[in-house]
């Protein structure tokens, strides 16, 4: 039994309605809205870096304490090396080398491979900072470092924030191997066609 | 993927449906970066999928009945839908046939439109038996028995009526 024989126009003109490889045509509109979300997200963190530094900076001209000067020192020690990894995790993700559809899809590759590579890494960091931060308040500042544990700052930035931000960027890596996989038979898909 | 025959068999599926997947993602979701992300997952719960088919109906049934979990599932996590504003049609011409008028790709997207604000359930059948399915494959697709493929297909093509401006 069929389904309504005078559906047969409506069938003609539902099926002349998708082209043949949707998913991959609909690849470069997603590469602008990521390199759009990408560069907002940049400078966000570029404004964050300049507002933290700052504060350091005006915080070590006042402060009468050389330490201050250290913390400021040791501020962008890590700003720069948490930049100097990000960069290199973007390499070759900012824009596609042509307005192809195999351009998009490498780039959309290469971005699935830096947010994977990111979540360990920045995780990573994130410890660094924050036994960074532990330690330079037990040798610099001479504040026993498990006093500093229970510290309001410590509770957020540690204890809630670390899990929470390490659960965000395991989340985020299985989303985008899940995708990578996908993409990667889009690929192979395209070459052999 | 390290199984070969497996990988074969994917990709043979896939192509063989992925302009009707494109459409019934389509159907589902507005943008186009949402419909690709649906067809992703789509495509990614086939290739988990595969191995546990043992052959109880066509592999095209077997894939729509993956793609439409999906979708279903897709929709009920997402966002509140997009405001019956943005969906609206154009004002339709009542005294001209639905087939006569359909012509061209502005039509088609008119038809995508009023299928996209067809009620879940009249949806589903609908865009199943513009795929060119019969009553048994789409009871099979959607777990339901063939009398209610009617039934369900009927109220929809009235509603599809309305929404595209023909008198019942």
Known sequence: MNARPDFGALKRQWQSAAPPLPDVAALRDRVSADTRAHWRALALVGVMTVLILSASLIFAVRSTDPAAWLSFGFSTLFATLVWSVALWLSRGTWRPRDDTISAALDLSIRRCRSMILAAPVGIALYVVGLVGSLAWKDRLVGVDWSSVLGTPAMIAAGWIGAPLYAAGMIWNARRQRARLKVLQELKRQLSES | ?168
């Open chain 2, 1 to 168: 993927m390290e199984d070969p025959a497996r990988e074969r068999r994917f990709l043979a599926l896939l192509n063989a449906n992925l302009p009707a997947l494109g459409r019934l993602a389509g159907s589902y979701v507005r943008s186009s970066a949402e419909r690709e992300d649906l067809l992703q997952d789509i495509a990614l719960a086939l290739w988990q999928a595969l191995p546990r088919f043992r052959g109880e109906s066509s592999e095209r049934t077997f894939l729509f009945r993956i793609a439409h979990n999906h979708c279903i599932d897709h929709i009920t996590r997402r966002r509140p839908m997009a405001s019956l504003h943005e969906l609206e049609l154009d004002p339709p011409d009542g005294s001209i046939p639905i087939e006569t008028r359909l012509t061209g790709e502005q039509d088609s997207a008119r038809l995508m439109n009023a299928v996209r604000q067809l009620p879940l359930i009249q949806r589903q059948v609908v865009v199943l038996a513009l795929e060119d399915m019969d009553y048994a494959e789409i009871a099979q697709v959607l777990g339901i028995t063939e009398n209610n493929v009617g039934v369900r297909l009927n109220r929809a093509r009235a509603t599809l009526r309305k929404l595209m401006g023909e008198s019942p």
